[in-house]
Nanobody, 123 residues
Framework: QVQLAEFGGGLVQAGDSLRLSCTASGRSFSAYSMGWFRQVPGKEREFVGGISRTGVRTTYADFVKGRFTLTTDRAKTTMWLSMNNLKPEDTAVYYC????????????????WGQGTQVTVSS
């Protein structure tokens, strides 16, 4: 079992950059594929990006392509989501997750979740 925790959220202005981190405790996430999701009140949690267990393949939702980048450290204990050119519609609680299905967009494919970190982008 892996415990995940997100850090780095905050209040920024449109056009700013922010980097979220997801740290694993208990064990590394080397055995899992990892993903970032986000959720706003009243809406379903949506896929932002994912990285395969080996780190070779990353995928992104269309609405973040070219703006967000997902990376991990070699030890597979920390994952980052670098977000550039943030927009007000990026405002959400961002979650990291670990699961067995590579690069899945479905929340049901992820067994472990962090508690989320709030990102607010003002216009």
């Amino acid at each position: 079992q892996v415990q995940l925790a997100e850090f780095g959220g905050g209040l920024v202005q449109a056009g700013d950059s922010l980097r979220l981190s997801c740290t694993a405790s208990g064990r590394s996430f080397s055995a899992y594929s990892m993903g970032w999701f986000r959720q706003v009140p009243g809406k379903e949690r949506e896929f932002v990006g994912g990285i395969s267990r080996t780190g070779v393949r990353t995928t992104y939702a269309d609405f973040v392509k070219g703006r967000f980048t997902l990376t991990t450290d070699r030890a597979k204990t920390t994952m980052w989501l670098s977000m550039n050119n943030l927009k007000p519609e990026d405002t959400a609680v961002y979650y990291c997750a670990a699961g067995a299905v590579p690069n899945s967009e479905f929340t049901s494919h992820y067994a472990y979740w962090g508690q989320g970190t709030q990102v607010t982008v003002s216009s």
